[in-house]
């Protein structure tokens, strides 16, 4: 069974994304962290769908998810989820952040 791992920082960015959406409805933030955990699963089940991204480290790859990118590195039997990010957001300065 694959694995799957998260930083802090994820789950920071999970919550903000559905506090953001549960604004206009909650069932449809619940639903958006669903739909995120099948998409987790697939990619630790799969890790290298995702691609490599100039701006990061060597390891990390990127995921689209909707309107948002999921950062994630390949670990032995999985993945670890970093950060989930929505794509009008200035990536390298919210990667830094």
Do not use: C, T
């Amino acid at each position: 069974m694959p694995h799957l791992k998260f930083q802090e920082r994820f789950y920071q960015d999970v919550r903000d994304i559905w506090r953001h959406i549960a604004e206009d409805h909650v069932g449809s933030a619940d639903a958006w962290v669903q739909a995120l955990d099948r998409k987790l699963e697939l990619l630790a089940s799969q890790p290298h769908m995702g691609k490599p991204h100039p701006y990061l480290n060597a390891g990390y790859r990127v995921h689209p998810f909707g309107s948002y990118s999921i950062i994630y590195k390949p670990i032995k039997d999985g993945i670890q989820a970093v950060r989930i990010l929505h794509g009008a957001r200035l990536f390298l300065r919210a990667w830094n952040s």
